[in-house]
């Protein structure tokens, strides 16, 4: 799987956008882009995923760039429940369906 | 539905102690994984099951040994603990096949082990 880089951490205002980026500047044609967040001291949480275009559910938006070197996980509205550290991870549709996690950004929401 | 559950929570295991961490899934799925999280770092796989009966050595496999008998349930185990697997160990679990793309992993609550 590509392997990724993302800031180590940020802060965002609550009630304002959070836009978190990835670089996966060698990802595969075949290649996804997944994101999880943690929540302290819980188990990851699925986000959301891409393969080329942007995308859209009720937690996030993700947006690819055309030549899917890299993205951004946009929060659209942050609230002090966001905290958290959110990994962004390339991998492939193959049998095993592993994860590999990297450091991950961390995102602390203020009030 | 209660998605992933772990037992136990916690636990203090001297060196050399042996114990069992127990995961169940309640949505019939055929991957589970085992995971274990250090301090300040991502989550590196242990070890991981395609289906009921078979096991699979992920990046971190030393020190543990994992059992999948039921479909729902996969066990992993430390026969002689070490301060070295003080950690937090996750559980996930996640459909298989067929893989139009990658599917999503469900993860446990996590159990807090330490071993003095």
């Known amino acids: 799987d590509a392997k990724t880089t993302q800031p180590p951490s940020m802060d965002c205002a609550e009630g304002r956008a959070a836009n978190l980026p990835c670089n996966h500047s060698?990802?595969?044609?075949?290649?996804?882009v997944y994101w999880y967040r943690q929540i302290h001291s819980q188990g990851p949480q699925y986000i959301i995923h891409?393969?080329?275009n942007n995308e859209t559910n009720e937690m996030a938006s993700l947006i690819i760039t055309e030549d899917r070197k890299s993205s951004t996980l946009i929060l659209p509205h942050a609230t002090l429940r966001d905290t958290a550290v959110y990994y962004c991870?390339?991998?492939?549709?193959?049998?095993?369906?592993?994860?590999?996690f990297g450091g991950g950004t961390r995102v602390l929401v203020k009030p | 539905n209660a998605g992933v559950t772990q037992t136990p929570k916690f636990r203090v295991l001297k060196t050399g102690q042996s114990m069992t961490l127990l995961c169940a899934q309640d949505?019939?799925?055929?991957?589970m994984y085992w995971y274990r999280q250090d301090p300040g770092m991502g989550l590196r796989l242990i070890h991981y099951?395609?289906?009921?009966?078979?096991?699979a050595k992920g990046e971190v496999p030393d020190g543990y040994n994992v059992s999948r008998l039921k479909k729902q349930n996969f066990l992993l185990g430390l026969e002689s603990a070490a301060p070295s697997q003080t950690s937090v160990y996750f559980c996930?679990?996640?459909?298989?096949?067929?893989?139009?793309?990658?599917?999503?992993?469900?993860f446990g609550p996590g159990t807090r082990l330490t071993v003095t």
């Open positions: 991870i390339v991998r492939v549709a193959a049998a095993g369906n592993k994860l590999t």
């Open positions: 996930a679990s996640s459909y298989g096949p067929p893989f139009l793309a990658p599917r999503e992993q469900y």
């Open positions: 060698t990802i595969s044609g075949n290649e996804y």
């Open positions: 891409g393969l080329k």
């Open positions: 099951s395609v289906g009921e009966g078979t096991t």
């Open positions: 949505m019939n799925h055929e991957y």
